[in-house]
């Protein structure tokens, strides 16, 4: 095989065999579909985190969250 193709070969052969690596960005703010009485921001924040899938990221966007509860972190997000 010429050096040629067998580089095409491998670079196709990692395209096509690699997972997707990098996760997911749920973005959270007090105005997002996750609060819908648009009170606690607990459960809106709890709601994103639980959605999220191991290597997700939850990013709380740059403003106050009023919250009076817990946030329950999940192992991987």
């Not at 040629?4 to 997972?19: A, G, T, V, W």
């Not at 899938?53 to 329950?72: A, C, K, R, W, Y």
């Amino acid at each position: 095989m010429e050096p040629k193709n067998l580089i095409i070969s491998l670079l196709l052969f990692i395209c096509f065999s690699s997972e997707n690596c990098s996760g997911a960005i749920i973005n959270v703010d007090p105005g997002t579909s996750f609060n819908l009485t648009g009170s606690d921001d607990q459960n809106v924040i709890n709601a994103a985190i639980q959605s999220a899938n191991s290597g997700d990221t939850v990013q709380l966007e740059s403003t106050t969250f009023h919250i009076s509860s817990p946030i329950i972190m999940k192992s991987e997000v």
